[in-house]
């Protein structure tokens, strides 16, 4: 079993930045990869950003230039640094891991963000 805890979700500008954060139970070197969804109302979960254990990282078109994710070691955290805001990005973002040989998927409860003037 793996326990996903996200935060840093919030209410934020049009143009501003966000960092959330997904803190996993154990070592983040169990996992084969990384990642971060988001589901607006209405809407399919959608993939916005992953890593692989090797370093290699994913993005949706939509969040290109505009999103980093990366990942503490020392911390057993991914992160999603968001930059440049929109309100098309307003959702309720999730973490979800992969674990190594199994390949066994966990969730996260996650964690709202809305962009709203």
């Known amino acids: 079993q793996v326990q996903l805890v996200e935060s840093g979700g919030g209410l934020v500008q049009p143009g501003g930045s966000l960092t959330l954060s997904c803190a996993a139970s154990r070592s983040i070197f169990s996992f084969a990869a990384m990642g971060w969804y988001r589901q607006a109302p209405g809407k399919k979960r959608e993939l916005v950003a992953r890593?692989?254990?090797?370093?290699?990282?994913t993005y949706a078109d939509s969040v290109k230039g505009r999103f980093t994710i990366s990942r503490d070691n020392a911390k057993n955290t991914v992160n999603l640094h968001m930059n440049s805001l929109k309100p098309e990005d307003t959702a309720v973002y999730y973490c979800n891991v992969v674990v190594v040989l199994t390949h066994e998927n966990y969730w996260g409860q996650g964690t709202q963000v809305t962009v709203s003037s």
């Open positions: 890593m692989i254990s090797g370093g290699t990282t």
